[in-house]
Every structure is written in structure tokens, then in C-alpha cells.
């Protein structure tokens, strides 16, 4: 779960905790069972207040925004819920303390925003591509027949020059129609190990010897499985792209697992399949991070920028989000896709 829960009885003593409870405030389970969560949380009267609160009108107290430093190098923002614990009478026993990282609900909020910002872009594509390219075709033909009458070379050679051009140019603009093209999603019920076996073996030649980590209890998802080799060959040959010539051991790595509670919408919660494609790169520049997923940016010399793009645009036509975390030595993208209820 990506959602921290603490049990804590009356006096505020902590019973039982969850792994991601763990995580976040850096202490094993052993550490904290039978503390004080005061104690466990110095300085930080706003869970101790939501409790107090949640068990004196006997109902959930929220905050969205606080932080959380559970030891002097970490600061978290957090949002955190106290929901009181009935026995069988309805008797209050204990409180449940909720700790929900606010950075990856910002995360997912900003694909969406993202996913907004793309649909404008595809329907501007789409517009931009059909006014343009019907009198391109008119100007390719008239310089193929400009060329053919000529008897001089200097003018073949311009218009020879022009053709090149007028194709350089559609060619572009075939890769803008690709984008704002929304094909039907043809849905079906599959295991997204199938669909990255399936990537590996087409890039086992690039990738021999990749590092994986896969679930395999996760269940099925719905998928158009054709669009997901395409977003995961994408992301796999980027990463193979990224580690060469790094002058150490590349080392590319796919994981799989199941994540709860991730926040795709306000008030709404799934369960949801995490696919996380890692390499030890030298990562994305920070001036390009917010925009990586946006047409037209790359970090490859001679690259369109429009693969990621197409990924993100295929991930959100799934209900899905995808995120970028990078740094030097280490490059994550991570695919979440909503597992059916």
C-alpha cells in the first residue's frame, strides 16, 4: 500500500502499523509497536490534535496539508486522517491515523493536468496537419513538373531541393496525425506479464541480460495489448539508448507490483498495477523533467520528441498515469494502469 496506517489505543500507543507506515516514518515495525506516537512524532501536535479530535466527537478529522519529519533530515508533506475505532458495543478503543504523501498525489495531479494540456495539443495537431498538408501535395506536384520541364540543372536542383523539403515537412506532419489520431481501444483481459515478456523478447538482442522484479500474483488488467508493447518497447529502448556509452555497467531493470489508494481524481481510489521501467543513465536534465512528456521534446540528438508523448497519450487512454523521477545514475519511469473492479 502506498498509504500509511497507525493504530494507536487511547493513551496513544501505537498497536499496529502497516509497511508503508514504515517507510514513511524510516523505522521497522519492531521499533514502533508499543510506543508512544508522540514519542514517535515529536513536535507535531497536529496528528496528536486530529486524534484527540477524532475521538472526542467520534467521527474522521483530516488535514490535506502538513509535514511530517520523522527524523532531522526528512521533511514530508502529508496529508493525514484520524479515524476512531469502535469495539462491538461502539465503544471507542483506538484511533487509526491515516499518512498519505501529498508529493505523489502533486505527482498524479499534474498528469492529469498533463493529459489536458495533450488533448489540446492533439486537437490543434490534427487541425494544424490537415490545413497544411493538402497544399503541400499541390507543391510537391508542381515542382515534380517544374523539374521535369526544366532544362537547366541549377533548376532541377532547386526543385529537386523543394521536393525534399515538402516531404521533410509531411513527414512531420504524419507524426502530428499520429498523435492526434485516437484509435479504438481494442480492451481485452491480460496479464501485464505477457505484454513485457513479449517487449523483452523483441529487444533481447539490445537488452540481454535485463533485471527483473515481477509480482506474479498481480491480477489481469483491460488493456489494448498492441498499445502497451508500443509504450513499453518505447520506454525499453529508451532506457538501452540512455546507458550506452556510460563508461561503467549499464544496468537496466523492469519491476512489477500492485499499489492501493492512488489518487487518479479527487474522492476516487483504485487498485492499480505499477510497472517501473529504471536505468542507471546519466537521467533527464531538471530544465527538461516537467516537460519530457510533451510533443517535440527529447533529450536524443536526433530525436522528434514525440515518442513519450504517444505514451503518455496511450497510458491516459487506459485511465492510467505515467511518471518520470530522474537524477544522475538513475532514471525511473513508472505506468500505473487501473485494475478492474
Do not use: W
Not at 486522517?81 to 499518512?99: S, Y
Not at 481524481?265 to 543513465?281: M, P, T, Y
Amino acid at each position: 500500500m502506498t498509504t500509511g496506517l497507525i493504530a494507536v489505543d487511547l493513551e496513544g500507543r501505537v498497536k499496529r502499523v502497516n509497511s508503508a507506515a514504515e517507510r514513511i516514518l524510516g523505522k521497522p515495525r519492531r521499533h514502533l509497536n508499543g510506543r508512544l506516537l508522540k514519542q514517535l512524532l515529536p513536535g507535531h501536535p497536529v496528528a496528536m490534535d486530529l486524534i484527540d479530535r477524532a475521538q472526542t466527537l467520534s467521527m474522521p478529522c483530516s488535514t490535506r496539508s502538513a509535514r511530517l519529519s520523522p527524523s532531522p533530515q526528512v521533511s514530508l508533506p502529508v496529508s493525514m486522517t484520524a479515524a476512531p475505532i469502535p469495539d462491538e458495543e461502539g465503544e471507542i478503543v483506538g484511533t487509526i491515523l491515516q499518512l498519505e504523501e501529498t508529493s505523489a498525489i502533486a505527482q498524479l495531479e499534474e498528469g492529469e493536468r498533463l493529459n489536458d494540456t495533450l488533448d489540446s495539443l492533439s486537437s490543434l495537431a490534427l487541425s494544424v496537419a490537415h490545413e497544411v498538408k493538402n497544399p503541400l501535395t499541390g507543391i510537391r506536384g508542381a515542382a515534380q513538373l517544374l523539374e521535369m520541364e526544366s532544362t537547366s540543372e541549377t533548376a532541377a536542383a532547386y526543385t529537386s531541393l523543394i521536393r525534399s523539403e515538402v516531404d521533410r515537412v509531411s513527414r512531420l506532419l504524419d507524426t502530428l496525425l499520429g498523435l492526434a489520431d485516437t484509435p479504438h481501444l481494442e480492451e481485452q483481459s491480460m496479464n501485464i506479464h505477457e505484454i513485457l515478456d513479449h517487449v523483452l523478447r523483441l529487444s533481447q538482442e539490445a537488452l540481454p541480460n535485463p533485471v527483473l522484479d515481477f509480482d506474479p500474483s498481480l491480477p489481469n488488467i483491460r488493456a489494448d495489448r498492441d498499445q502497451l508493447i508500443q509504450v513499453f518497447l518505447n520506454l525499453v529502448n529508451n532506457a538501452i539508448e540512455a546507458t550506452q556509452d556510460l563508461g561503467y555497467p549499464p544496468i537496466i531493470s523492469l519491476s512489477t507490483r500492485i499499489a492501493s489508494q492512488i489518487r487518479l481524481e479527487q474522492g476516487r481510489r483504485n487498485l492499480h498495477v505499477v510497472v517501473e521501467v529504471r536505468d542507471n543513465g546519466h537521467g533527464v536534465p531538471s530544465d527538461m523533467k516537467k516537460r519530457i512528456f510533451l510533443p517535440f521534446t527529447s533529450t536524443k540528438n536526433k530525436g522528434v520528441g514525440i515518442g513519450l508523448a504517444i505514451c503518455q497519450k496511450i497510458i491516459h487512454d487506459h485511465g492510467g498515469q505515467i511518471s518520470l523521477q530522474s537524477k544522475p545514475g538513475e532514471t525511473i519511469f513508472r505506468i500505473f494502469l487501473p485494475i478492474p473492479r
